[in-house]
């Protein structure tokens, strides 16, 4: 079978085991029901996620045009202590800030190579932490909008890691480490604008992975540079294929690429 399209992250269900989906835009497929099965990768062209256009890839899925003038790319995504909207103040669009950043969001620590502390938005819970290939999660605390998550993340990454190692992740290669107590210890350390909004008393959040066979020392595919590659599937985790040779893609890395899929 052959499916082409342009590379989104992919899709997930959270249940016993996660459910993958990747979207070809006239199907999605279930990457679940490809372990075990032979796959050609092969990149055809660009199309940014945001006009469409056949225009090269700058980041995170956008040309490099979009990607400093779209609202979805501002600088607050990546730092939520920049957001502003609960000041009134604009950064690229304020009716689109406003309507990410004044919902409810969560402080969290995931462990997936090692305890990192995190921020996303509640509708997100628990999307976010499968995204980062995290076995476990618990959440810190619930704040109204972005900055207040933000301010308290900065807080926090002075005692606990706020990246996730990639390499270890996929290698599977865990520290078995009590979330519940790593929150303990970092209530003392959250700003005293965030303190009311401590959760108390929640649990870690368990996530099982479709993973057959981890790879030792995983290599990163460069679809662009190689065009094309083959390889049994052996996994998913995180936005990552894991192939049978240790070969590894990371699919949200590689948004905005036109790839067609072959089985």
Request: glycine residues 4%; proline residues 3%.
């Amino acid at each position: 079978m052959e499916y082409t399209g342009v590379l989104k992250k992919m899709n997930t269900e959270y249940l016993d085991t996660i459910q993958y989906y990747l979207d070809m835009g006239t199907d999605f497929l279930n990457m679940n029901q490809l372990l075990g099965k032979e796959i050609e990768l092969q990149f055809i062209t660009y199309e940014c996620l945001h006009c469409s256009l056949e225009k090269e890839i700058y980041r995170q899925g956008f040309c490099k045009s979009c990607f400093f003038d779209t609202p979805t790319a501002g600088d607050w995504i990546m730092k939520p202590e920049l957001s502003k909207a609960h000041l009134g103040i604009e950064d690229r669009d304020l009716e689109y800030e406003k309507s990410v950043q004044l919902k409810p969001h969560i402080v969290y620590l995931a462990n997936s190579s090692n305890v990192k502390v995190g921020v996303t938005r509640k509708t997100q819970v628990p999307t976010r932490w499968i995204d980062q290939g995290a076995h476990e999660a618990i959440e810190i605390v619930e704040v109204p909008n972005r900055y207040l998550a933000g301010i308290t993340e900065v807080a926090l990454k002075e005692y606990v890691a706020d990246k996730t190692n990639w390499r270890k992740m996929l290698k599977n290669d865990l520290v078995d480490e009590s979330l519940e107590d790593w929150k303990e210890k970092l209530k003392a350390y959250i700003p005293e604008e965030a303190k009311e909004y401590f959760i108390e008393n929640n649990k870690e959040t368990s996530i099982n992975f479709p993973v057959t066979k981890y790879p030792e020392k995983p290599k990163s595919l460069n679809i662009k540079k190689q065009q094309s590659y083959n390889g049994t599937l052996v996994g998913v985790k995180g936005q990552y294929l894991i192939f049978e040779d240790q070969t590894v893609f990371n699919i949200r890395a590689n948004e905005g690429l036109v790839l067609k899929f072959t089985f």
